[in-house]
């Protein structure tokens, strides 16, 4: 069985001394193994970022974003392969791995700006012949650590913009579905990145630790649960880096009585039983305001969830694959057997699911819970599956107080009518991002993504605005050129009073 290491300065690196399997989840067998990174082969990718930086840094930005441009060419050229990957080893179906590349290839536009979104901010005349600038250089060797639920976008939230700001970049993806990243390292190689500016590092725990305790790497991106977002944020900022830690999440859907329900059902259907419900935006509660507007999704999302379409990804069509482990499947049945335990209504129940094909791989079907209570564990914690809970609450007041009240802040969205509900309600809700009947709001490349509470560990999000501010340092100068004279000593504080 094939092994797959890393890429390192340019290459493919075999590794085999520690190795793990790597399943195909929708025949629920091992395809592949890869290899578990050393501390010493990450220290090797470290050295090769290191050695790579002087010259990256000083490429004018032009020719980063020339190089971007050709990698966007690159990655369009190979989709198919990218794609098949994705579903290969992650199990969703074939056209959301289709759009999670087309949105980490977005991000790889955006970052074709570098020499508009580089070109620092300049203050003429701030005093007698005096200008001052900020320029925006690069901090050195960044690493990224990523989730499984998106092998090729997240890591693509990450590393365009990190080298198009003038960085070298380690990165340390999932070792669940490790393939995309290495084709994405391939292909920049390619598009003509120099050796050693992007690397890519397969592992596990120990290579994690080696980058966030290197001296050398300066800044650190991680996408991924909560406890280990903490846990990073907490040991690389301990180590004086830079870090941003993106965590969990509980999305709630917040439903008014006025909403056009038929579209409000369909955007629900997608956004908590798309990707298996594996998206760190999925929705997994609906807030219905009002028993009446209750009542009636729960009879309308019964039937839909019921005939969901579930099967081997690479069939086209299907609405939902396997989930990514029998660990992770048997995590999520067990929060269906405890929601029933907790008393919750198990509307629609998955644990028995018709499958089309495969009858070996890591299957569950969409469970749909309602009367689910602020106090039951399926309402206050991720599960990270096709199951999505309905909580009722008498007015949209207490519909904001339940969101503002729960632990994560990621996403949110309200379906209504009424434009002062909207604006209400997005004025007051504690969450990153917000949708107006817009399920998923995840924002394009040029806005950048987080979200608030415990789901977001530091101050900037990824991609986007604030991608240039994390993969930069703002060095201000001032400068004079007196035209004549001598100047006289002066001891007040230097202004133009
Ligand atoms: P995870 O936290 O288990 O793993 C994420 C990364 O951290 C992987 O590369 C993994 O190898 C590494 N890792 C795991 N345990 C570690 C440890 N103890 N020490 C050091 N490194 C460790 O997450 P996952 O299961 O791969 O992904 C699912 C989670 O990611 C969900 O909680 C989801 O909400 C979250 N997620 C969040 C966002 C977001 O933008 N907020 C996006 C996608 C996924």
Redesign the pocket.
């Known amino acids: 069985m094939q092994t797959l290491g890393h890429f390192i300065d340019g290459q493919p690196f075999p590794d085999e001394h520690r190795v793990q399997a790597v399943y195909n989840p929708a025949l629920g067998e091992p395809v592949r193994r890869v290899a578990m990174a050393s501390r010493t082969t990450v220290e090797q990718a470290i050295s090769a970022a290191d050695r790579a930086f002087p010259a990256w840094s000083r490429t004018p930005p032009l020719k980063r974003a020339r190089i971007l441009f050709q990698y966007k060419a690159l990655l369009e050229q190979n989709a198919e392969r990218i794609v098949a990957a994705i579903v290969e080893e992650h199990g969703k179906v074939w056209e959301d791995a289709q759009g999670e590349l087309a949105r980490g290839i977005e991000v790889v536009e955006y970052a074709c700006g570098a020499p508009e979104f580089l070109k620092g901010e300049h203050s003429r005349d701030v005093g007698p012949e005096i200008d001052s600038w900020s320029e925006f250089p690069p901090l050195g060797v960044v690493a990224g650590?990523?989730?499984?639920?998106?092998p090729a976008m997240?890591p693509m939230?990450m590393f365009p913009m990190a080298i198009a700001c003038g960085n070298t970049f380690v990165l340390?993806?999932?070792?669940?579905d490790p393939s995309a990243a290495l084709i994405l390292a391939e292909l920049a190689l390619e598009a003509g990145l120099p050796p050693g500016v992007f690397n890519v590092v397969n592992?596990?725990?120990e290579?994690?630790?080696t980058l966030?305790t290197d001296p050398r790497v300066k800044a650190v991106s991680?996408?991924?649960?909560?406890?280990?977002?903490e846990?990073?944020y907490a040991t690389g900022t301990a180590h004086g880096k830079r870090v941003q830690a993106?965590?969990?999440?509980k999305n709630h859907a917040v439903v008014m009585p006025d909403a056009d329900l038929d579209n409000a059902v369909n955007a629900l259907m997608g956004a908590a039983y798309g990707s298996c419900g594996?998206?760190?935006?999925a929705i997994s509660v609906v807030v219905a305001v009002g028993e009446a507007t209750g009542d009636e999704l729960a009879r309308r999302l019964k039937p839909k969830v019921e005939a969901l379409r579930i099967g081997n990804g690479t069939t086209r069509g299907l609405d939902m694959g396997p989930l990514?482990t029998a660990v992770?499947r048997d995590k999520v049945r067990s929060y269906i057997d405890l929601g029933e335990a907790e008393g919750a209504t198990l509307v629609v129940d998955g644990r028995k699911p018709s499958v089309q094909g495969s009858k070996t791989g890591f299957f569950l079907g969409g469970t749909l819970f309602d009367h689910a209570t602020p106090a039951m564990r399926i309402y206050r914690e991720?599960i990270?599956g096709p199951v999505l809970v309905i909580v009722r609450v008498p007015d949209l007041a207490q519909a904001v107080e339940l969101v503002n009240a729960h632990e994560f802040g990621?996403g949110t969205c309200v379906f209504t009518r009424d434009g002062a509900v909207a604006r209400h309600f997005s004025d007051r809700v504690q969450v990153g991002m917000v949708g107006i009947n817009v399920p998923l709001p995840v924002p394009v490349a040029c806005q950048s993504?987080?979200?608030w509470k415990r789901?977001?560990f530091g101050d900037l999000y990824?991609y986007g605005p604030d991608a240039v501010r994390f993969y930069t340092r703002r060095k201000t100068l001032t400068q004079r050129w007196a035209v004549q004279g001598i100047e006289k000593a002066q001891f007040a504080f230097p202004s133009n009073g």
Not at 145 to 150: A, D, E, L, S, V
Not at 172 to 176: L, Q, T
């Open positions: 650590i990523t989730p499984f639920n998106f997240v939230w340390k993806p999932s070792e669940k592992g596990d725990k290579a994690v630790d966030l991680f996408v991924g649960s909560t406890p280990v977002a846990s990073i993106l965590g969990g999440a594996e998206r760190c935006m990514v992770h991720e990270f990621n993504f987080g979200g789901s977001l990824a």
